[in-house]
């Protein structure tokens, strides 16, 4: 379809619109990282002068952010590999089987998605607290396994389901038993699927903020969101904002660049949930 | 005919010539794997999420010791107070700050779930028209997704600061982050931003599965883009929206990283249900927590069932289209009811 020029160049300027809309912001981050400290209130759009402070900074021994992004990614590593440990024989049996209350199943567990995390939250918190499990990282695992689950459960359903049933079939009149179809065809096959509902388990863990602060208070284990929205200034008021930025960058450019790259999978696995 | 898995002609053929013996075992067989394999998941669900609900109902009708004793420690040992922790919810300044929470909740909820449709909805026929640089734009609104909340949060609280870019731009001095009705806008700014690229995306991918000739025939017909807007577009995409909005909405409603971030705890102006119950919990208060966290509970299921009940969002639609019957176009009569027909 090739429109008239004034169309073509109103479709432009809608595109240039939305992508200021959403990166904007994004830069505006960016750009306050690498101002040097005494620019920090500087408004002007590309900084006078670039630096590396802010970034120093971020790792300085105060903050403990080292340890903050390795809590983070054990948090939410261990999350992503249980949840699909446990999810993928769920979403198959959902996807394959037929049995009586499959749909009542599938009802359940998206409607746990529903579920407010803070509900969850106060009785863990106590439980947590009477068997000494506060300030360890199965305190933050488990709880996670509760939104995660259900939304990894909902995506290898969908994924499962674009799989061509005849495949398998073939397999087992072939002789293979249910399990080695599973095995042998489903899995190669739903790698890529997997794949991406890995990354979103992983991005939503890698995101959680409510767990996180409730089940610790030591600051060795907080995770990295935590940790960050915790960085000190000199008084309440005087918050250090340019470590802030800083630390945000550093937080949130591995998982842009991992989304930018497997774009299309990330695409298709958010929209098998609500389209369809 | 149970051993139709999922309706295709050809998995019914090969299961009838099977002959009646073997499939019966096979459906024993079915039952037993499908439990089997359904076990971990509901078992894991029932510790980490139906455990809470049930031990946060029991824990809301209890209250610890009368507070601190005189060398500040906690009294220990809890007692039964029935709905106490409940009446106490609704009465006096106690009673002043639920509402105020509530109406918050509320508030952000429509406010932002209203302007994230609008924009996602305009975003994506934006995208759509789009004849170049579709591929550009679709990554750039995967960022605001991928930031997470709370960061987000800090990176609006510095765009919000007194002297910061947000009044840069306007030319014009507005406390954004001091308690009032602007904390509120700053709030619900942040959050359209961060989710209104989602709903765009799930409004894109619905737009492009109508088929192109049914535009061409409306052409046709003489409808206008307006009319083609009202008339094509929005009844094709409303289930994709619906299912979308009822996400959002969801989601809002147990709002607490963002104010938290942005403007901080025990704000009056941004205060939500999940940080007065959360607030009250890190007191040690878990009796009148529970009891915030019951309520909450309780409105989001309210919210969730007259939703799927008076817009008839379809959230399992897929999966009844894959058992035997055409899908319908008929209201659906709640939610668990639906899901068992």
Redesign the interface.
Same mark, same amino acid.
């Given at each position: 379809m090739t429109g008239s020029l004034p169309r073509r160049v109103l479709s432009y300027l809608g595109l240039a619109v939305v992508a200021g809309y959403c990166l904007a912001p994004f830069y505006w981050m960016a750009v306050s990282a690498f101002r040097r400290p005494q620019d920090q209130f500087d408004n002007s759009i590309v900084p006078a002068r670039w630096s590396w402070e802010n970034f120093h900074a971020v790792f300085s021994g105060d903050n403990g952010f080292g340890r903050a992004l390795l809590n983070s990614l054990v948090v939410a590593g261990c999350t992503t590999v249980l949840t699909l440990l446990i999810g993928t024989f769920t979403a198959y049996a959902l996807a394959r089987l037929d049995f009586r209350f499959k749909n009542a199943v599938l009802g359940l567990i998206v409607a746990t998605t529903m579920f407010p995390g803070i509900s969850q939250l106060v009785p863990l918190l106590k439980l947590f607290t009477d068997i000494e499990w506060i300030n360890t990282y199965q305190a933050m695992v488990l709880p996670s396994l509760g939104f995660a689950l259900p939304l990894s459960v909902w995506l290898l359903t969908a994924f499962f389901r674009q799989l061509p049933y005849e495949l398998e079939q073939a397999a087992m009149v072939d002789g293979c038993t249910r399990g080695q179809a599973f095995r042998k065809i489903i899995i190669p096959l739903a790698a890529p699927g997997v794949f991406t509902t890995a990354i979103l388990t992983f991005i939503a863990a890698w995101n959680e903020f409510l767990i996180a602060l409730s089940m610790v208070n030591k600051k060795e284990m907080q995770t990295a969101t935590v940790a960050i929205s915790k960085f000190t200034g000199v008084s309440g008021f005087d918050q250090p904002f340019g470590t802030q930025m800083a630390a945000g960058v550093i937080v949130t450019v591995p998982l842009i660049a991992v989304v930018l790259v497997f774009q299309r999978r990330i695409v298709a696995g958010l929209t098998a949930g609500g389209v369809k | 005919m149970?051993?139709?898995?999922?309706g295709?002609p050809? #998995?019914a053929d090969?299961a009838a010539a099977d002959g009646a013996r073997p499939r019966r075992r096979d459906v024993q067989g079915?039952?037993r794997?499908?439990a089997l %394999?359904?076990s971990?998941?509901?078992l894991? %669900?029932a510790?980490?999420?139906g455990? *809470?609900?049930l /031990?946060?109902f029991r824990?809301s009708l209890y209250a610890r010791g009368e507070g601190l004793d005189a060398n500040g420690f906690v009294v220990q040992g809890e007692r039964f107070v029935g709905l106490d922790n409940y009446t106490a919810i609704f009465h006096g300044d106690r009673g002043d700050a639920f509402w105020n929470a509530f109406g918050n909740t509320t508030f952000f909820t429509v406010t932002t779930v209203v302007l994230e449709t609008v924009i996602g909805v305009a975003?994506a026929l934006?995208?759509q028209? +789009?004849?170049r640089?579709?591929?550009?734009?679709?990554?750039?609104?995967?960022? *605001?997704?991928?930031?997470?909340?709370?960061?987000?949060?800090?990176?609006?609280?510095?765009?919000f600061?007194a002297?910061?870019?947000a009044n !840069?731009v306007l030319r014009h001095q507005v406390l954004w982050t001091a308690d009032g009705f602007q904390a509120k806008m700053a709030v619900v700014i942040a959050e359209v931003?961060k989710t209104s690229?989602?709903i765009?995306? %799930?409004v894109l991918?619905?737009l492009q599965?109508i088929p192109r000739d049914v535009y061409e025939a409306a052409r046709v017909d003489g409808a206008g883009p307006v009319q083609q807007f009202w008339r094509i577009t929005l009844p094709l995409v409303k289930? +994709?929206l619906l299912? +979308?909005v009822l996400?959002r909405m969801?989601d809002v409603?147990?709002m607490?990283?963002l104010p938290a971030?942005l403007i901080g705890v025990n704000q009056k102006s941004v205060e939500t249900?999940?940080m007065i #119950?959360?607030f009250e #919990?890190?007191n040690l208060r @878990?009796g009148s927590? /529970?009891a @915030? /966290?019951?309520i909450?509970?309780l409105y989001? !299921?309210l919210i +969730?069932y007259l939703f799927v009940k008076l817009l008839g969002a379809d959230?399992?639609g897929? !999966?009844?289209q894959?058992?035997k019957r055409p899908r319908r176009n008929r209201p659906v009569k709640g939610?668990?009811k639906?899901?068992?027909?």
């Open positions: - | 149970t051993t139709t898995y999922d295709t050809s #998995a090969t079915t039952k794997l499908a %394999l359904l971990p998941t509901l894991v %669900l510790l980490v999420i455990y *809470p609900v /031990a946060g824990e975003m934006i995208m028209q +789009a004849f640089g579709r591929g550009f734009v679709r990554a750039s609104i995967l960022v *605001p997704w991928a930031i997470p909340t709370a960061i987000s949060g800090l990176l609006w609280r510095w765009i600061q002297d910061g870019a !840069a931003w690229p989602f765009g995306l %799930l991918a619905g599965m289930p +994709a299912v +979308a996400f969801l409603l147990r607490f990283d971030v249900l999940t #119950a959360w #919990a890190s @878990y927590a /529970a @915030y /966290a019951t909450l509970f989001i !299921a +969730a959230i399992i897929e !999966a009844r894959h058992t939610k668990r639906k899901v068992t027909a």
